[in-house]
């Protein structure tokens, strides 16, 4: 069944505000990517676990034994990073552009950022049209807010630069770069 980004985007606009733009993710060669990676780390995992298990089990709590299951805490570390900032699939996630935010639906989860307020924008070029546009500081706790892998990401990026600069509430600083592949 093909979603219409518009048709889930337009309810959650506030009165008053307009749709500029509405999409999702394309390219699925590097959320494939990211899963595939994500699924050698939780195998890795496990078995680092079982064998710090084993070890403890057979030698007592040795230095082995130790280091493995540091290993492994170290590694779910990593897994729930890596899992925290996987890709959606195509269907799970769409993407606004409104004259006032940006905003990321994914399933019954809305994150948005006031374009006014958001101090960087940049865009990754993919090329052939496509690439990430993200919206705010990458060092914030939770993250920027990032149009993933999205066809016409120029175009979006311009889009979404323009309407920023009718709100002067901050300094802006923009990135441009090319993806490195």
């Not at 195509?90 to 409104?98: C, E, I, P, Q, R």
């Not at 960087?120 to 939770?142: K, W, Y």
């Not at 807010?145 to 309407?163: D, P």
């Amino acid at each position: 069944m093909e979603t219409n980004p518009a048709q889930i985007v337009q309810p959650l606009l506030a009165p008053g505000e307009r749709l500029l733009w509405s999409g999702e993710p394309r390219g699925p060669g590097a959320r494939r990517m990211r899963r595939l990676v994500v699924r050698l780390l939780t195998v890795a995992l496990v078995v680092i676990w079982a064998e710090g298990i084993r070890q403890f089990a057979i030698e007592g709590f040795s230095l082995t034994s130790y280091l493995a299951v540091a290993a492994s805490l170290a590694g779910g570390g990593v897994w729930i990073v890596v899992r925290s900032t996987e890709p959606p699939a195509a269907g799970d996630v769409v993407y606004g552009l409104t004259d006032r935010r940006a905003l990321v639906a994914r399933r019954h989860i809305v994150r948005s950022v006031d374009l006014g307020t958001v101090a960087e924008m940049a865009l990754i070029d993919a090329g052939a049209g496509r690439g990430t546009v993200v919206f705010g500081d990458p060092a914030r706790i939770s993250g920027p807010l990032r149009f993933e892998e999205i066809g016409q990401a120029t175009k979006v990026y311009e889009l979404a630069r323009v309407t920023r600069e009718r709100m002067p509430e901050m300094d802006h600083h923009d990135i441009v770069r090319a993806a490195s592949a």
